[in-house]
């Protein structure tokens, strides 16, 4: 019993088959099983079909075809293992952020049927396998593009989600604003009022406080006048 010519096992991508095709001598009857069971795999078959065959249908997961032939009491069997790659899935839109002043890029995505592991390509190279969703990378460079994919794997082969691109985000982290009177701090305890503005690029910011701390992780410069 062969598979797509092949004795087995055999890999094939997720929601297709292989052809089987089979011969045997001197037997009377043959009986077709599989495990899992299949629909069309089952029952009587002819004692050979070399050509054209029989198709297994579309298989969504790892499958034994066997073949059962019997003589005069005796019998004799043959199996071909179909290893099928994982299901198709999706790389979601990367999600931008920054931990203080360090940007960060965040991966997530669905899980793919029969997956026993996941790598991440970046810029269409491998950089990290065996890892889990979500998954962030933390070796960026603001204000530079980089595009992912995710990489599925099991005995079957291997199958890639889309492909997403983001850029890492330029972070500033925390501003504080202080003043100075004759060159000493001001206030010089508590809080004082002055007149100022921070001003950015996504943001903008009116205070009359000092000292006064902005949780500030936003993109481009920032301006106090």
């Known amino acids: 019993l062969k598979a797509n010519g092949s004795d087995g096992p055999l890999s094939i991508p997720y929601n297709t088959g292989a052809t089987l095709t089979w011969t045997s001598t001197f ?37 034994t075809f066997t073949l059962t032939c019997t003589r005069f009491g005796s019998s004799l069997s043959d199996s071909v293992l179909l290893r099928v790659a994982p299901a198709p899935f999706t790389l979601n839109s990367p999600a931008t952020s920054c931990s203080g002043v360090t940007s960060q890029i965040t991966l997530s ?47 079957g082969g291997t199958t890639d989600s889309n492909s997403q691109s983001a850029t890492a985000t330029w972070c500033v982290g925390d501003i504080q604003v202080q003043a100075t009177l004759d060159g000493s701090p001001w206030p010089a305890s508590g809080t004082a009022t002055i007149d100022y503005t921070l001003l950015g690029p996504t943001h903008l910011s009116y205070s009359t406080l000092v000292p006064g701390t902005y949780t500030i992780l936003q993109t481009g410069s920032w301006n106090l006048t």
Do not use: H, M
């Not at 099983?33 to 997961?61: I, Y």
């Open 109 to 155: 995505w669905g899980t793919s049927a029969g997956a026993t592991s996941y790598a991440v390509y970046k810029n269409s190279v491998l950089y990290q396998s065996n890892v889990t969703s979500p998954w962030t990378d933390v070796a960026v460079n603001s204000g530079t593009a980089y595009s992912y994919f995710i990489r599925a794997s099991n005995l």
């Open 27 to 63: 037997a009377t009857a043959c009986t077709a099983s599989a495990t899992p069971a299949s629909a069309t795999w089952t029952g009587s078959k002819a004692l050979n079909n070399t050509s054209p065959g029989e198709g297994t249908g579309n298989l969504t997961q790892n499958t």
